[in-house]
């Protein structure tokens, strides 16, 4: 039994570059069916509203919060996860700034917050530290007070530009 | 040094153990496990804050046979969770006492089912009356707990009171409100209960102390100590919210794991977690002070009352906290401190960082302000002339025996800041324009570990043990959750042992494989356990040693052959290390009165602030921390700290308001609460000075609580320098700084002010 009106039905897309087609009402978040349906846990779940972030993933390459949408919106869309990143060179720069610079305490609003500084350098490669303040404005994180995550971030920024 | 690793790792930004997981996404938090054959589990809460349950019915269009149901008659044991009191019940019985109380569990295996039963469960209630503030619980109309309504009380006498008032050149007065505070760790609370005839309960969860939650279970489940298993997952944040409340969430799984013969997973919403959850406890300081014409404190009383809400929990601790902590960073020659946490129909107030010390400080570091306005002193003058010197007394007469110079600290941040040259541009720039910029300081101390008595009654134990790769591994119930734990506790086994970094690891907190280190809070994983890893490592070593298999000089290749040699010959190889109480360590439970902690940080913060006239929003443009905290043992992470705890601050001082409406949270939304974004964090600089602390591993003292003393009464102290109008509560939004503004408010300060003070205060 389910709280969801309607029948399931299935939908395709791509995530991390894999076609993938799931069975899902289409009113289901897109944060449940990558958890539950397709295993990628690294997306988190902080709030359910679109307040935190912790949820984020890029849509045809724009930053979303997975929890706000039903997943019969991505139907053909790509969708790229934390998981999906191990090939991207700045996503590289960004785990090891994250590591060197304290970028990560708890851990649970890392997936999300690199995921929207991959966006802020997709959109802006040399991003001043007002962009950088500005680009993650839409992911809270309750641990670092920010300062060390705006610095890894310029670090990334910085070390992918020269490479 | 071993020859092998000629660098020390101590003071060294060694990288966070569990980071790469985290940085990658592939740290396992609990809700992202999940267990063949598992049940979601929810709660249904009581919607009144109280009263007697007359009847439970199940309402229509709920196919109830699908349900697992568990009410407070399926509790094999206890029907409490075990704490101080334990007046806390897992489910509400007969009478509930604040709203969002746990009355009755649902189990199903489809998580989306559980919210539409949850809403067909209704409650039929015999409503009592409920009190919802301090001033109603202190009037005793209605008695809700115990005799009184108090659920303790403190009260600390220093010196002669009495003869201050009359050699007083001034009297000042001042009350000081804080309001309750949420965690918000983004991990909302969850964990995974699972029973088993043969081992009992196991439960795997996100939380601070698995041994609370291993206590909690025995009583509640009616099992021995080996058949409950505690097992902590990576944790999305904590800061004490994750302290006690493990306890209930563990309870309820467990109950509905029991009935159900299968698993049972519980994560609350973020809805849930913040109406049901515990928070910082509001808070109400008075203080009158006798001081001299010079600015001196002569004497005075502290009158502290805490709102512990429906339930004891852990408010005595938080109180007794808080009451150390009243009289700041100076010197009292008297003092009376008369200090209560009294009981509301609000669910329990708890733990959070801090733990009372931020609430009795932003009374005293407001009320230093107030006083430096009465005898028309600097904020900087008043407080040099009061600090604590070395071999002066607390106010517990605890004697400072190491050489801290505060006013050596207060020039250093006020150099760090900018402060006179910045104060004389501001009186200037401020004539004109609706930005009005301040400075404020704030001055203050935290005690690291637990208080008076309390770690000899914990009696923590540590272990570390050889492996079969001849590294080492770490043993103790300490939890990581942002701060450090693993990293730091490797860091001081690897200095002790001479071994890198990467040749320690540390155990997964699990309660069938670690010794009790004591609950990780309060300040002391790295000073009172790190400690103890040193000393565990070192009997290690010593092991080593005296089965002739190391030398005390040794290379890695040794240490790595010695441990295998002696593995292979005696198949195990594990030292302990137990918590002893330092020699001459007096306090004395009955008279608040001795050593209070083994070591405080000093710290000075200072923050710059610009409100905005049009808007009556405040913004912190700068804030310099600076504290001496023993000795830094890891760069990256103590500064991580300090920022992280300054951001809440921040928070506290001027976002964060809980909205009761009658004992409920009734902004239970990330959207509603509002927490700093990166938008409104300005860049923090922090600075540390090293004493070096003998009770701390390898110098260290705690400093996970400190920064969330300091930036409230900082940030209100420039909200006062930049308008000119005192403000004495916290969080300070715009409406309560476009109602300071007004011009009646402004009147009804001044005569406040000459109503307070014997003699006119010189005011600016």
């Known amino acids: 039994m389910s709280t969801y009106r309607g029948a399931k039905r299935e939908i395709s897309f791509t995530v991390n570059g894999e076609r993938r087609t799931v069975r899902a009402y289409p009113i289901e978040r897109l944060l449940d069916v990558l958890r539950q349906q397709l295993s990628l846990t690294g997306t988190k779940e902080g709030c359910g509203e679109g307040e935190c972030g912790a949820c984020s993933v890029l849509i045809d390459n724009e930053l979303v919060d997975s929890c706000l949408v039903p997943v019969a919106q991505v139907e053909g869309a790509s969708v790229v996860t934390i998981e999906g990143l191990a090939a991207d060179t700045r996503f590289h720069a960004l785990r090891d700034t994250f590591l060197e610079c304290g970028g990560a305490q708890c851990g649970i609003c890392t997936p999300g917050m690199i995921l929207a500084a991959i966006d802020l350098l997709n959109r802006k490669p040399i991003p001043t530290m007002e962009d950088i303040r500005e680009g993650l404005s839409g992911n809270l994180c309750r641990c670092t007070g920010y300062v060390q995550i705006l610095e890894a971030v310029a670090e990334a920024a910085r070390r992918t530009v020269i490479r | ?764």
């Open chain 2, 1 to 764: 040094m071993p020859a092998s690793r000629t660098e020390h790792l101590i003071g060294s930004s060694t990288p966070r153990k569990e980071g790469r997981d985290k940085v990658s996404g592939r740290a396992r938090y609990i809700d992202d496990l999940s267990f063949p054959d598992m049940l979601h589990g929810a709660t249904v809460r009581s919607q009144i804050p109280r009263g007697k349950i007359t009847k439970i019915n199940f309402g229509p269009g709920i196919a109830w046979n699908e349900y697992v149901i568990v009410s407070a008659k399926d509790i094999p044991g206890k029907n409490y969770i075990a704490l101080i009191e334990n007046d806390q019940p897992c489910l509400a019985d007969k009478i509930v006492n604040h709203p969002e109380e746990p009355i009755l569990l649902l189990a199903h295996p489809e998580r989306k089912a559980l919210p539409k039963a949850v809403a067909a469960v209704s409650i039929d209630y015999e409503p009592l009356p409920a009190v919802f503030t301090i001033e109603e619980s202190e009037r005793k109309e209605h008695i809700i707990w115990g005799a009184d309504n108090i659920f303790k009380s403190y009260r600390i006498e220093k010196g002669d009171v009495e003869s201050a008032w009359t050699r007083a050149d001034y009297i000042v007065e001042g009350e000081y409100f804080t309001g309750a505070q949420e965690q918000l760790y983004i991990e909302t609370q969850g964990v995974i209960a699972a029973f088993d005839r043969e081992k009992g309960i196991t439960v795997w969860g996100s939380l601070q102390c698995p041994y609370y939650v291993h206590k909690a279970l025995m009583a509640l489940c009616n099992l021995p100590q080996e058949k409950v298993r505690v097992v902590q997952t990576e944790t999305g944040g904590a800061f004490g919210g994750k302290e006690e409340y493990p306890s209930m969430i563990a309870a309820h799984a467990s109950l509905l794991a029991m009935k159900a013969g299968r698993p049972v997973k519980i994560i609350y919403d973020r809805g849930e977690d913040m109406a049901a959850t515990t928070k910082r406890h509001p808070s109400r300081t008075r203080h009158r002070t006798a001081v001299s014409k010079d600015g001196k404190i002569l004497g005075g009383e502290i009158d502290l009352v805490m709102d512990g809400g429906g339930y004891m929990t852990l408010s005595p601790v938080v109180l007794s906290r808080a009451t150390i902590h009243a009289g700041g960073p100076y010197y009292w020659p008297g003092v009376r401190v008369r200090a209560k946490v009294i009981a509301t129909n609000t669910p329990p107030h708890g733990a959070f960082r801090g733990f009372g010390a931020p609430q009795s400080l932003f009374a005293m570091e407001r009320h230093m302000e107030r006083i430096a306005r009465a005898v028309g002193l600097s904020s900087a003058e008043v407080r040099r002339r009061n600090f604590l010197q070395p071999g002066q007394t607390t106010i517990t007469e605890q004697i400072i025996n190491e050489p801290i110079d505060l006013g050596k600290l207060l020039d250093r941040a006020l150099k760090l800041a900018g402060y006179q040259e910045k104060k004389k541009r501001f009186v200037r720039e401020n004539a004109s324009g609706s930005q009005k910029r301040g400075m404020g300081i704030a001055a203050f101390l935290h005690g690291a570990g637990f208080t008076g008595s309390g770690e000899r009654y914990l009696a923590s134990v540590v272990g570390v043990e050889g492996c079969r790769d001849g590294g080492v591994k770490v043993l103790v119930s300490s939890t990581e959750f942002g701060q450090g734990t693993n990293t730091v506790l490797c860091q001081i086994a690897a200095e002790a042992l001479g071994l890198p970094y990467q040749d320690v690891r540390i155990a997964q907190p699990d309660t069938n494989e670690v010794p009790n280190s004591g609950p990780t809070v309060a300040s002391r994983t790295a000073m009172v356990v790190g400690n103890l890893v040193a000393s565990a490592a070192l009997g290690l070593k010593q092991t080593l040693i005296g089965a002739g298999m190391l030398k005390d000089h040794h290379t890695t290749d040794e240490f790595h052959a010695a441990c295998q040699a002696y593995l292979a010959a005696y198949g195990t190889l594990r030292s302990l290390a137990h918590y002893q109480s330092p020699e001459g360590i007096y306090w004395d439970d009955q008279k608040y009165c001795g050593e209070a902690y083994a070591a405080f940080a000093w710290a000075v913060y200072v923050a710059e602030v610009a409100v905005d006239l049009t808007t009556y929003s405040a913004r912190v443009d700068d804030f310099v921390a600076l504290q001496e905290i023993g000795r830094v043992l890891n760069p990256v992470l103590a500064r991580g700290q300090i920022l992280g705890g300054v951001a809440q601050g921040i928070g506290f001082a001027l976002y964060e308001k809980v909205e009761w409406q009658g004992g409920r949270m009734a902004n239970s939304q990330m959207t509603n609460y509002i927490v700093p974004t990166s938008a409104d964090m300005p860049g923090v600089r922090v600075y540390f000075e090293e004493l070096g602390n003998r009770h701390g591993a390898f110098g260290a003292k705690g400093i996970g609580e400190l920064p969330m003393d300091g930036p409230a009464p900082a940030v209100v102290n420039a909200i006062e320098d930049a308008l000119g109008i005192a403000f004495d509560n916290v969080p300070l939004l715009p409406e309560t700084i476009f109602e300071g503004v007004k011009p009646t408010a402004a009147a009804s300060w001044e005569r406040e002010d000459r109503a307070h003070d014997r003699t006119p205060a010189r005011t600016r």
